[in-house]
């Protein structure tokens, strides 16, 4: 009795560890491939929706844009994406116009990719510059969610840009922890022969 009390708990445990916003570290994230090489680590999380959220990693040394890191996620795998330099004194430089990976795409006519950045993966702001803008450092999250922006560019009278929901980012569900945890112990446990 004492022992499935223990196991509930620390599933318990578990779940509320996972489920209050104390934001993520890269060890935490579900990375799909690796690109670029080097002491310091990014993650590129791209969120297609219905449950379809993938995250990439980056490593570098010196300096590096977020351009950087898509651009060698690129390069590396089987993710795609395609991207428009509005690089003017009132445009912010490159913004996304399509992501494509695993069958999913993100981006048409006249949207764009949101961008989003964050320090911890789970608190995400909308910056006002795009990718090529963006000064990476170690351990930050870059990502872009399923909804689009509207941009018909400047000047145009109908000129939208709404930020829409931020991504998600990709980690092991607190279920499949709290059946880990659950499970362990009887796996490890050897059958006595009866007597």
Do not use: Q
Request: proline content about 6%.
């Amino acid at each position: 009795m004492k022992k499935s009390f223990g196991i509930a708990a620390a599933c318990l445990a578990l779940l509320v560890a996972a489920t209050t916003g104390h934001g993520y570290t890269i060890d935490d994230v579900i990375i799909e491939y690796w690109a670029g090489s080097g002491d310091d680590e990014a993650v590129l999380v791209v969120d297609f929706g219905s449950s379809a959220n993938y995250a990439f990693g980056y490593r570098w040394n010196g300096s590096a844009v977020s351009w950087d890191m898509l651009d060698a996620i690129d390069a590396a795998g089987s993710l795609e994406k395609t991207a428009t330099n509005y690089g003017t004194v009132t445009a912010p430089g490159w913004l996304v116009d399509t992501i494509s990976y695993d069958g999913h795409t993100m981006g048409v006519g006249n949207y764009f990719a949101n961008f989003f950045i964050s320090d911890d993966g789970e608190n995400w702001t909308v910056p006002n510059y795009g990718v090529s803008s963006r000064s990476l450092s170690d351990g930050v999250f870059d990502g872009f969610g399923e909804a689009y922006s509207e941009w018909y560019g400047l000047g145009h009278p109908d000129n939208v840009y709404e930020p829409a929901d931020p991504p998600t980012t990709p980690i092991p569900e607190p279920a499949a922890l709290c059946l880990l945890a659950v499970g362990a112990p009887a796996l490890l446990r050897r059958r006595r022969p009866r007597a």
